[in-house]
């Protein structure tokens, strides 16, 4: 049977689709990019035969066109407004109070929005069609970047669903969010190539590109939060309207929230600058919108801020310090990190006194010497970086200026130091010789997520490591109570106490065993997935690469890794020693979908009080359940505990029981 061009061309239109949501909105490809080009090429040759079979909303109609020499001038219908900025709970009350002698009513419906710290895009839809999208360049001109904002996949070619008006235009923010950026950076580093400063940065970068394949190619992503010029019905508030967006397909922010009067509002601010940390992207504050149109349309605008909307901002997560020097750091792996040490500075909430500078490649492209001012980055739970050199300081003029020298020895044991073919990266060839890289196994080995020995901190360590008394991690397990009393500021207690933590320590699982011993790239995730799949460590100290490469999550460098370790005799020693000293394990419970919770997918989210979310999550599978990291309609239950944010207001939504951490104890002690 032959199939029809039809036929074929909706076949490859939905597999590149699928594709390329799980390249871009996954960022997990399932198909080697040859293949999606493969596919995209036969799409495009099949639609130049055929041009009626092209669909506006085809990916052939998502990839760049030609360069362009320069972005045409747009002029904007309605102005594009910028904000006016609170910096205080007395400034919020002083614009409420604005809001309310000009509406004569105290009673006032607030949309509480987080302001995405990104590039503010205009996007025109005709008749449910993208005809249109520009930069909001001065306000009342931008720039065409049609081309460009056509690639980014979460913005709809087309419409869908009912009452689309015939002329609408959307306003909101391009962003790159902070995972994606990260990997862009780290492959952009390790290709020594340009990195980028910041998400924002990169997102302006991204949408600035004459060449829309380039853009194609950047993780960018649209949030819609408000109208230009609208020809035809929209809802009278503002929320409403964004609901309505979203029912066309246009992505909204899932944290906006309408409170009513400005003391929810205060709370609002609070509750998401606590978050600030965690959440997907970067924002720089809270927006507050008069949510009634009518009321917008009353309080109108002064110059170019309306004066029914106010951005309360957030401590800057970026800010210049000095270098005054530069550290290095010998890690577990013996990877040489140089820190900057900063003149402190107080920077995304807090302050901070170093910095990570990467390594020698990131210190050249940099351009940076000590004595420079320098541009300091803290945003979400990544570690402080040196982002940039500030202009005027690298004209040398500075008389303290001195180049940043690397180590030729390791900095601690003195061993050499070398570089792998291929990697950025300088390390220590001493192992377990140099003293910096046993403190960091050590400690690597003592952390909660591994064999959790509660009390062993980094100060003990290093007296433990200096002293001799710890020259391998099984030797922790032959510290005795004198031994340990005699050290510097441990008294009788203190040392009966630490001995009891390791007692304790002694009964761990295998995924935590694993993760304990500190190989390359082992993660706890990798861990599990090696634990659940070899059930034994001698089954996995003796696999092949080719078998590790069957383990989810494992890749020929992983492999590689793995083997390397469970071959060199030193490492079979301290685990035979660390099996000998009594550490010891409960069978793995094989994913067998049998007991009490088999058939239920639960979500592990906020912080828990009695162990981990990856312990958690460990028991469930015990019990038969399935765990996953993400909420969806397959979602049977979600553990919750303080601190959940989008997840659990996305369970709320779907109606998916949610428990608390005092009632999945009373489960668990019920079923286990
Ligand atoms: C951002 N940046 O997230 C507005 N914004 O509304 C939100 N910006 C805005 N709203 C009117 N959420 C002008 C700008």
Request: proline fraction near 5%; charge should be negative.
């Amino acid at each position: 049977m032959t199939t029809l061009p039809i036929e074929e061309a909706a076949a490859l239109r939905a597999k590149i689709l699928a594709w390329a949501e799980a390249y871009f909105e996954r960022d997990a490809p399932v198909v080697p990019d040859a293949d999606y080009d493969q596919a995209m090429k036969q799409l495009e040759a099949l639609e130049r035969e055929f041009p009626d079979l092209v669909t506006p909303d085809s990916p052939t109609q998502r990839v760049g066109a030609a360069p362009l020499s320069e972005f045409e001038s747009v002029e904007h219908r309605l102005p594009m407004l910028s904000l006016d900025n609170a910096f205080s709970t007395d400034d919020m009350d002083d614009f409420h109070r604005r809001v309310t002698e000009r509406l004569g009513d105290g009673d006032v419906s607030y949309c509480c929005e987080p302001k995405l710290d990104g590039v503010a895009v205009s996007v025109v839809y005709e008749h449910g069609a993208l005809v249109l999208a520009a930069t909001r360049g001065d306000g009342t001109c931008g720039e065409n970047i049609t081309a460009n904002v056509r690639t980014i996949s979460n913005v709809p070619l087309m419409l869908s669903g009912g009452g689309v008006p015939p002329y609408l235009e959307v306003r909101g923010e391009v962003v790159i969010p902070r995972d994606a950026f990260e990997r862009m950076n780290a492959q952009a580093r390790a290709a020594n190539e340009k990195v980028f400063v910041n998400p924002r940065n990169a997102a302006a970068g991204s949408l600035r590109q004459l060449d829309s394949r380039i853009t194609a190619r950047r993780p960018l992503a649209f949030t819609a939060y408000s109208i230009g010029a609208v020809e035809g019905d929209l809802p009278a508030a503002h929320d409403a309207i964004l609901q309505r967006l979203s029912e066309w397909g246009l992505p909204i922010s899932e944290y906006m929230q309408t409170v009513s009067g400005i003391v929810a509002c205060d709370d609002y601010y609070e509750a998401l600058a606590g978050q600030r940390d965690t959440l997907p992207f970067d924002i720089d504050g809270i927006v507050f919108k008069v949510n009634g149109m009518a009321e917008q349309e009353r309080l109108g605008c002064v110059s170019r801020a309306p004066r029914w909307a106010i951005a309360r901002k957030f401590p800057a997560q970026e800010v210049s310090t000095q270098l005054l020097g530069v550290d290095f750091q010998v890690g577990r792996t013996g990877a040489i990190t140089p820190v900057a040490r900063l003149q402190p500075v107080f920077v995304g909430g807090v302050t901070v006194s170093n910095a990570t500078l990467h390594n020698a490649d990131e210190i050249e492209r940099l351009g940076v010497q000590v004595g420079d001012t320098v541009v300091v980055r803290r945003a979400g739970d990544v570690i402080p970086q040196i982002v940039s050199v500030v202009e005027d300081n690298t004209s040398g003029s500075s008389p303290e200026r001195a180049p940043i020298v690397f180590p030729g020895q390791c900095p601690d044991c003195g061993s050499y130091v070398a570089r792998e073919e291929g990697e950025a990266v300088i390390r220590c060839v001493g192992g377990m010789a140099c003293g910096a890289q046993l403190k960091a196994v050590v400690r690597h080995f003592a952390s909660r997520k591994a064999m959790d020995i509660e009390g062993l901190g980094d100060k003990l360590i290093d007296q433990l490591v200096d002293d001799g008394l710890v020259r391998s991690v099984a030797d922790v397990f032959r510290l005795s109570q004198a031994q340990l009393a005699a050290l510097e500021r441990m008294g009788d207690k203190s040392s009966e106490n630490l001995l009891a933590s390791i007692q304790l320590s002694r009964s761990t699982t295998l995924p935590k065993f694993i993760y304990a011993l500190g190989i390359r790239e082992v993660g706890e995730a990798t861990a599990r997935a090696l634990a659940n799949y070899f059930l034994e460590m001698d089954a996995l100290l003796a696999a092949s690469t080719d078998l590790l490469e069957g383990v989810d999550d494992v890749g020929p460098i992983v492999a590689r890794h793995i083997r390397g370790f469970a071959s060199d005799e030193r490492n079979q020693h301290v685990i035979a020693d660390l099996l000998a000293l009594g550490v010891n394990w409960p069978p793995v419970a094989v994913d067998s979908g049998e007991g009490p919770l088999a058939g239920a997918t639960w979500v592990v989210t906020g912080k828990l009080e009695s162990m981990s979310r990856g312990d958690a999550e460990q028991r469930l599978r015990a019990l038969g359940a399935k765990t996953a990291s993400s909420v969806s309609a397959k979602t049977s239950t979600v553990l919750a505990g303080p601190g959940a944010g989008s997840k659990r207001k996305k369970a709320e939504e779907l109606g998916i029981s949610i428990v608390d951490e005092t009632e999945w104890l009373a489960m668990l002690e019920e079923m286990e």
